[in-house]
């Protein structure tokens, strides 16, 4: 009989010593983290210590993946959703020009005012679409160092989906929407 070599078991690092040794290695505070994600700060000590059970919640677990740079599945306590998310060609836009900038997630969270960090994971993580407000799609370009001709299409695609998502068909008024979108190109002045 031949000795049959039994594969050695894959050991998964439990999650919470894999959070905690992402802040450790990263030196991001715990009450950055815990905004980052959406969570009390007591919440991030009880999941590091862990006193409680590690969360089973998709978003909690997809906000933290987002913000580590990993994969929700290597959390054993992640369950894939039924709905996939859909990621738009605009937030890959955003995550190559992090890359080419050489920024982690948490650099670049870092790079925004506190109360904007949970929805910026929230974006990245294809939750919450780019927003429509100009002024705050401009903020994220400046952080990539992307210019206004860089930004401003992304921008208009937005914009046309959101008419589109109310209902209005943006062929059949095609002059009226190219009328508004030359206006809104002088103003931004986009070339």
Avoid at 137 to 150: A, C, F, H, P, R
Avoid at 157 to 177: D, H, T
Wanted: proline share 5%; hydrophobic share 40%.
């Amino acid at each position: 009989m031949k000795s049959e070599q039994k594969a050695k078991p894959i050991i998964k690092e439990m999650s919470s010593k894999k959070v905690s040794d992402f802040l450790d290695k990263t030196g991001l505070h715990k009450k950055d983290f815990a905004e980052m994600i959406g969570v009390t700060l007591s919440y991030v000590y009880n999941l590091i210590d862990n006193t409680i059970p590690f969360s089973t919640r998709s978003t909690t677990l997809e906000r933290i993946a987002t913000v580590m740079e990993i994969e929700p599945e290597e959390f054993e306590e992640y369950k894939i959703p039924q709905e996939p998310i859909m990621i738009d060609e605009s937030i890959e836009f955003i995550k190559d020009n992090m890359a080419k900038k050489g920024l982690s997630v948490v650099n670049f969270l870092k790079s925004f005012p506190r109360k904007k960090r949970l929805e910026t994971v929230d974006i990245l993580r294809g939750a919450l679409p780019l927003p429509i407000d100009y002024k705050e799609l401009s903020m994220i370009g400046q952080v990539l160092d992307l210019t206004t001709d860089e930004i401003y299409p992304i921008w208009e695609n937005r914009v046309k989906q959101v008419l589109e998502a109310g209902g209005m068909n943006i062929y059949s008024n095609a002059a009226l929407v190219n009328s508004m979108f030359e206006c809104a190109k002088k103003y931004i002045d986009v070339k």
